[in-house]
């Protein structure tokens, strides 16, 4: 039998089986007073902390190509995309609410495992699914995933509150996602070969592609820190400025430095490049620290924090100071091993509408 389709099992159908996938995540609500089924969802805040809420759009062949996602990663990618967003805030996330638009012809499976991946990385964050939308779409998929959560007032980090004098640091490695998807695209015009001249494509991505995993894995899965958020409360260290790494390290530094007011200087060595992204980019004869500075979707933890609250956390390995926070008339600058400076002003980042 053909695959089933959502216009085969229609709306309420669908939400059905949506309703069950995720209906595991709800137990990691204990404020949760109503998850789907009602004209609204319910919860109670925690005492004592404010809500924060993000939301994100994805859209097919502008965020995503199905060719070369797994609908069960793309689920993932989704949630924890919102769920940084949240971590960014120096917050934890707890609610997602979750919107989606189907091309008519595509396999209720499919959705499925969107789903899947979707309530697989809500657990692993303690976020409840509680809620969403359905609607057809006429030309992709597309998916809105709005996600809230909690912290007490103060505190919250905004991209607003670098001082001069500040260490700049950021977690984990940058520039696999960037690497990851080079691959990927790679592997897709040799399937699109393939297809054209009627010859069967028949690799196993991931096991062809196994070394080159750990920034595939960064690219399709990526994960939000919110381990260095909870050793952030753990160790009583406040960031003064702090953003996730989405549209590129050059880029972000760039929307705190604007929104704090000073400049910032980092020194190339410092910047922690994903060991597989190197290894990529020396096969493609490309620049792994391009990558690193304005490839993006890395999901990292960019954030600055004064020297003494750094001293809380400066054992740990996971997170690297790449620089320092200076006045704005300084500029925002990157000071190469040879100890030329770039303008890091004048690098591209990601901008949809260009
Ligand atoms: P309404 O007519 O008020 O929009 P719906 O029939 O669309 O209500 O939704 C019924 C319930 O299913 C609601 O609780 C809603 O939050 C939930 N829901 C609908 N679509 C989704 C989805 N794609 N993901 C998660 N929950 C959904
Ligand atoms: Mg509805």
């Known amino acids: 039998m053909a695959h089933k389709t ?23 609500s204990e404020g949760l007073v109503q998850g789907i089924g009602d004209d609204c969802a319910v919860w109670r805040p925690a005492s004592g902390q404010v809500e924060v809420a993000s939301t994100d759009l994805l859209i097919e062949q502008v965020h995503f190509d199905l060719l070369t996602t797994p609908a069960r990663h793309l689920g993932s990618k ?82 607003k509150g670098a001082q001069p004098g ?34 069967t494509y028949s690799r196993n991505l991931m096991a062809d592609l196994e070394e080159y995993s750990g920034a595939i894995q960064q690219h399709l899965l990526p994960l939000a820190r919110l381990d260095i958020v909870d050793l952030l409360h753990e160790r009583g260290a406040s960031p003064s400025a702090m953003i996730d790494v989405s549209d590129g390290l050059g880029q972000d530094l760039r929307h705190i430095c604007r929104a704090s007011g000073t400049g910032a200087l980092l020194q190339e060595n410092r910047i922690p490049v994903n060991s597989t992204a190197r290894l990529i980019a020396d096969e493609l004869q490309d620049d792994a620290l391009a990558w690193a500075i304005s490839g993006g979707e890395d999901y990292q933890l960019l954030f600055t ?50």
């Open 166 to 199: 500040d260490l700049v640091c950021v977690t984990g490695t940058l520039g696999g996602s960037a690497a990851g998807l080079r691959v990927l695209t790679r592997e897709k015009l040799i399937m699109m070969e393939h297809l054209e001249n009627n010859e």
């Open 305 to 354: 924090m004064s020297k003494e609250e750094y001293e809380k956390i400066s054992d740990l390995r996971d997170i690297s100071v790449i620089g320092a926070v200076t006045p704005k008339e300084e500029g925002i600058l990157l000071r190469d091993i040879y100890g030329i400076t770039i303008d890091l002003e004048a690098l591209p980042g990601f901008d949809h509408f260009r």
């Open 6 to 28: 959502t216009s085969d099992i229609g709306e309420f159908g669908l939400i059905e089986r949506i309703s069950a996938i995720v209906a595991p995540t709800l137990s990691a």
């Open 78 to 159: 989704a949630i924890s995309v919102n769920a940084s967003d949240i971590c960014a805030m120096n917050a934890l996330p707890r609610h997602a609410l979750v919107s989606i638009a189907v091309p008519p012809s595509l396999p209720v499976e499919m959705i499925e495992q969107l789903y899947l991946g979707m309530a697989a990385a809500a657990r692993e964050y303690g976020i409840a699914i509680a809620g969403g939308d359905t609607s057809s779409s006429r030309s992709g998929l597309v998916i809105s995933v709005t996600v809230t959560g909690e912290a007490p007032e103060d505190s919250l980090t905004y991209r």
